[in-house]
């Protein structure tokens, strides 16, 4: 008897993904090149799994009915081309391979084309959710050929996790397009997870607030509006006691944040296609910047800060910050997703926008109550070239926006280092200027470079030759 899907690496991602496969009716063979991890594999399933390990390659390719379906859950970068080079040659023509990893598009792109000439399939497919989500129900962002989807797509929807009996899964779109989903869902979840810590600085040191009872803010905000996986496991953190000492175990980490590479992909990829994503990018930087440890010691106490002025009123404080940190998540979003419709076009993807936050409200982990708002606006209109720019979602902006200036203004007028929330608001109001003042810089340009610019009155490209100022 044949198996009806194959997995190749069986780390945690790979395992839990299936085992997740296997629940849900489906039989899977599973490969390593290490012999433990596929020993784990039969140990760890259950009797009504239909989960095989297999030794070899060849073991494992004929162990699949055709056209083999084979999942790839290996690190990015070589790890898949190695595998590519190995498996290829024993497949048969129509087979697919899926890419479930965190893959760079343009090598997705280049391995299409590569397999293509195999008469293979190759489709990149984001899986967010993390450990968890990949046993229990992650978000899952497939693109590629559509028939290739179409033979996955009762799997990926039974796999997947459910938002009012929807499935968290739908087709992102041609070629390279399901990582290009789940790099951007990454940048946006370093700009949350960069304005969350801001937010936390903002309540600890700004209103003093010890971790129980940020606790207790998290806690709150999670169960309003402001619901999210990630404010919900920020919660769980403050809860958490270390064991080797007697305190929380936050305030015994490192502040130097890793980085793995997909969000410096999204920032690297908005300013080769013109797209303006400063929160994103910011989130990135700051994670480099946090790595300079010593020299930040150094500096601090070079520059020694004034104390910073608890604010009056805490309990407003803290509701202030909470609806800064709301409009500037909502902001990274609407960047992140301005990334997206420009990249559709650029790439010619067809990037389903409606689709994309359908299927983030679930499963992955910028899962929040919020998406359920931009897929109402894409449903509207599925143009939306920006979430901005929607009627309803204005009316939240609106009711936020002084909350998110009166945060940025305490943060900077004491000190305390707010990055993330400074560019959210930065980017509202240029975004909302009509008038921005780089009819200065066009100026500039034509001044020293002979530029040229063009007219606010007339039609055409114009150059001056700009004289010097006599007195
Ligand atoms: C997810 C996560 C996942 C991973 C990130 C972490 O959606 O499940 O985004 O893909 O945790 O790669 O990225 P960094 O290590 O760069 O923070």
Not at 331 to 351: D, N, T
């Amino acid at each position: 008897e044949r198996y009806n899907y194959g997995m190749i690496g069986l780390g945690v991602m790979g395992r839990n993904l299936l085992y997740n496969i296997a629940d849900n009716g489906f039989s899977i063979a599973g490969f390593d090149l290490d012999e433990e991890k596929v020993k784990e594999l039969q140990d760890g399933a259950t009797s009504e799994m239909k989960v095989k390990g297999t030794a070899t390659l060849e073991d494992f390719v004929s162990a699949l009915e055709t056209p083999r379906k084979i999942i790839l859950m290996v690190p990015a970068g070589k790890p898949v081309d190695a595998v590519l080079e190995n498996i290829t040659p024993l497949l048969s023509k129509g087979d697919i391979v899926i890419d479930a990893g965190n893959s760079y598009f343009k090598d997705t792109n280049r391995r299409v084309a590569d397999l293509a000439s195999k008469n293979l399939h190759f489709m990149g497919m984001g899986v967010s959710g993390g450990e968890k989500g990949a046993r229990t129900g992650p978000s899952i962002m497939p693109g590629g050929d559509l028939e290739a989807f179409h033979l996955l797509q009762p799997m990926l929807e039974a796999i997947s996790a459910k938002v009012d009996n929807e499935a968290c899964t739908a087709y992102m779109g041609k070629d390279s397009a399901g990582n290009y989903v789940k790099m951007v869902h990454n940048g946006i979840e370093y700009a949350i997870m960069q304005l969350i810590s801001e937010a936390y600085d903002l309540l600890k040191r700004g209103a003093n607030l010890n971790n129980d009872q940020l606790y207790q803010v998290f806690k709150e905000w999670n169960n309003g509006e402001m619901n999210s996986f990630l404010i919900e496991i920020t919660r769980d953190i403050f809860q958490q006691k270390d064991s080797l000492t007697d305190g929380s175990l936050v305030d015994q980490i490192l502040d130097k944040a890793g980085a793995k590479g997909t969000g410096k992909w999204t920032s690297e990829q908005a300013m080769e296609i013109g797209v303006s994503i400063p929160t994103i990018d910011i989130a990135v930087t700051s994670r480099i910047l946090s790595a300079y440890k010593e020299e930040r010691v150094q500096a601090s106490q070079l520059y020694a800060k004034n104390e910073i002025k608890t604010p009056e009123n805490i309990e407003l404080f803290i509701q202030e910050v909470g609806d800064a940190l709301y409009l500037a998540t909502l902001i990274s979003y609407a960047q992140g997703l301005a990334l997206l419709v420009k990249a559709s076009e650029e790439y010619q993807f067809e990037i389903p926008l409606k689709d994309v936050v359908k299927i983030w409200r679930g499963g992955c982990i910028i899962r929040s109550v919020l998406l359920e708002k931009f897929y109402t606006a894409y449903s509207k209109d599925s143009n939306l070239s920006n979430i901005l720019l929607d009627q309803d979602i204005s009316v939240i902006v609106k009711d936020k926006i002084n909350s998110l200036r009166k945060t940025a203004a305490f943060a900077a007028s004491n000190g305390v280092s707010s990055l993330g929330i400074q560019t959210a608001l930065g980017y509202f109001d240029a975004y909302t200027t009509e008038s921005l003042p780089v009819n200065l810089i066009q100026a500039q340009r034509d001044y020293f470079g002979a530029h040229t610019y063009q007219r606010i009155d007339r039609e055409g490209v114009f150059h001056t030759s700009w004289q010097t100022a006599t007195h």
